[in-house]
């Protein structure tokens, strides 16, 4: 263990990414980084990729800089920022969460779209909170270590595929406590360190239970969502127009507005569908 944290130290000081524009944030009270921008961006780096994130974080922030700006706007006006970033369910989380934060503050609130990961995240990053989590770049690290520690039973463990987070989440425990380093440092550098080792090509998130392959995109029911949401920030439209627009058959595209609808993202009035207003 010692040995791994004096190559992700090493590797900390002189390769982070010191250009990502949530970690240049200024520090308030107590240490304190802006909890509304942390959200912010790890919302949206929920499966999409740092250096497209980038642009669309400093656009949003841009457009919506304090949680109640957001909260005020409607629904269609956060989309239409978030157009292009993909898995739109999330802007609308988003604006709920600033609503939530708006009536009742951060700490202790439980919002929507955030998991186990994300709000240990944000505790870290915003609050120095030595919280215990995990993601796919920290997976990677662990994982790693495991392969090339030489402990047999483990690298059996990962040829299976099938190394849960849970007998991950005691190593990170035990690598913050001796690393001494400040939680939102620590996280920050093994976040980088696994983005390195993925760049040398040592992918090894495979051997997770937790692995999942992305489907592809094109034909994709996200590609369809996408689609419906586009035109109809456009405009109100009928469900023939949608169909017709879409050039998908009536029984996908209806079943993609009974889920939308069902999400609260868009609604039906005077014979035509439109982004929800609230």
């Not at 090493?10 to 308030?28: D, I, S, V």
């Not at 957001?70 to 269609?76: F, K, N």
């Not at 469900?239 to 999400?263: A, H, M, N, R």
């Amino acid at each position: 263990m010692l040995e791994l944290l004096r190559h992700i130290k090493q590797f900390y000081k002189k390769e982070r990414r010191g250009h990502l524009p949530w970690r240049n944030l200024p520090a308030g009270r107590q240490g304190q980084k802006d909890p509304y921008k942390i959200l912010v961006s790890e919302i949206m780096l929920q499966q999409t990729q740092v250096d497209r994130v980038i642009p669309f974080y400093i656009k949003f922030i841009k457009a919506f800089p304090t949680t109640k700006i957001l909260a005020q706007v409607p629904l269609s006006k956060v989309l239409k920022q978030w157009q292009g970033l993909g898995y739109n369910r999330r802007a609308k989380f988003l604006h709920q969460a600033a609503k939530i934060l708006v009536r009742e503050g951060f700490i202790g609130q439980k919002l929507p779209g955030v998991g186990p990961y994300t709000a240990g995240a944000i505790g870290a990053f915003a609050f120095n909170k030595p919280e215990i989590f995990i993601e796919t770049n920290i997976r990677t690290v662990f994982l790693h270590w495991l392969d090339i520690s030489g402990h047999s039973p483990a690298r059996r463990r990962l040829a299976t595929g099938k190394v849960a987070d849970i007998e991950l989440l005691p190593l990170v425990a035990e690598a913050l406590k001796k690393s001494k380093m400040q939680p939102r440092d620590f996280y920050a550098a093994l976040m980088d360190y696994g983005a390195h080792l993925k760049a040398q090509g040592i992918k090894l998130n495979f051997c997770s239970k937790h692995y999942t392959k992305q489907s592809k995109f094109e034909g994709s029911v996200r590609q369809l969502r996408g689609q419906i949401i586009k035109l109809l920030l456009q405009k109100p439209h009928t469900e023939s127009d949608l169909i017709y627009q879409v050039g998908k058959k009536k029984k996908e595209v209806k079943k993609i507005l009974v889920q939308l609808q069902k999400e609260n993202m868009i609604s039906y009035k005077n014979k035509k569908f439109e982004i929800a207003k609230y």
